[in-house]
Nanobody, 123 residues
Framework: QVQLVESGGGLVQAGGSLRLSCAAS????????MGWFRQFPGKEREFVAA????????YYGDTVKGRFTISRDNTKITVYLQMNNLKPEDTAVYYC????????????????WGQGTQVTVSS
C-alpha cells in the first residue's frame, strides 16, 4: 500500500513558477514509477509527466515539455514537479500517482493516487 500527499499548489501569475511535492509512504517507494496528472473542470485527467524508479528517462506531455521538470528524491520519499513559465491554461487540479514498473502515460495503469492540489494561474 502506498499513500500519496500532494502539496505546493496555489495561485500564481502567468509566467511564474510553482513547485509541487508529493510525499509518499511505504518502504518500497524506490521501486515505483511516479507520475503527475492534471484535471481540468469537466475533463478527464491528463498525463503531465512521469519518472521511473532511478530517475532515468523522465517523460513529459507535449503541452508541458520544456516548462515542467519532474524529479524524485528516494531518500525523502518525495517526487517533485517544477513548473516554470506557467500559463492560464495550466490551471487545474494536479495529482501524483504511482505504479510498479516503468513509465507509462495511461492513467489506468497507475495504482495509487493522491488527493490532488489546485494550481491556478492568473492572466
Amino acid at each position: 500500500q502506498v499513500q500519496l500527499v500532494e502539496s505546493g499548489g496555489g495561485l500564481v501569475q502567468a509566467g511564474g513558477s510553482l513547485r509541487l511535492s508529493c510525499a509518499a509512504s511505504g518502504r518500497t517507494f524506490s521501486s515505483y514509477s511516479m507520475g503527475w496528472f492534471r484535471q481540468f473542470p469537466g475533463k478527464e485527467r491528463e498525463f503531465v509527466a512521469a519518472i521511473n524508479w532511478n530517475s532515468n528517462s523522465p517523460y513529459y506531455g507535449d503541452t508541458v515539455k520544456g516548462r515542467f521538470t519532474i524529479s524524485r528524491d528516494n531518500t525523502k520519499i518525495t517526487v517533485y514537479l517544477q513548473m516554470n513559465n506557467l500559463k492560464p491554461e495550466d490551471t487545474a487540479v494536479y495529482y501524483c500517482a504511482s505504479r510498479i514498473g516503468g513509465v507509462v502515460v495511461a492513467r489506468r495503469h497507475y495504482d495509487y493516487w493522491g488527493q490532488g492540489t489546485q494550481v491556478t494561474v492568473s492572466s
